[in-house]
């Protein structure tokens, strides 16, 4: 003969079985705390497993909505599009022409590198031109 009480509850917590317990005294522990409703497991005669304590009806206090549906919606449209700048102020903005940036960035790496080596050509061809007429000179 089973000697449980029909309002036997039992509860496990890090994973110690405890009870048994009334459902009342249950409900005292859910309301202090004492119970976490997602980790802590119960179980009952009649049930078929334990389940968490947060799915059996009336053991924790339901609490509704702190806000209203309403209050959490988004804002009607929160994108707001760029403002449209006019042609000139934007070129007195970025120092003239929008692309004098990229005039001086291909002349720095294109144009300069170029005439730099064309230049450096002429001053070794002009110095191999002193070296023949120095050692002509000398023979």
Not at 53 to 81: H, K, N, Q, V
């Amino acid at each position: 003969m089973n000697d449980t009480p029909q309002d036997a509850w039992f509860y496990s917590r890090e994973e110690e079985r405890i009870g048994p317990v009334t459902f009342a005294e249950l409900q005292v522990k859910a309301t202090e705390a004492a119970r976490n409703p997602r980790l802590d497991m119960v179980w009952t005669p009649g049930m078929a497993e334990w389940k968490p304590a947060g799915e059996i009806e009336g053991l924790f206090e339901r609490r509704g909505p702190l806000e209203s549906p309403e209050s959490l919606a988004p804002a009607a449209d929160p994108y707001s599009p760029p403002q449209q700048e006019s042609p000139e102020n934007f070129m007195a903005k970025e120092g003239g022409w929008p692309g004098a940036r990229w005039r001086r960035f291909l002349v720095a790496t294109l144009i300069f590198p170029f005439a730099w080596a064309i230049g450096s050509l002429e001053i070794q061809q002009q110095i191999r031109d002193d070296v023949r007429a120095a050692s002509a000179s000398k023979a």
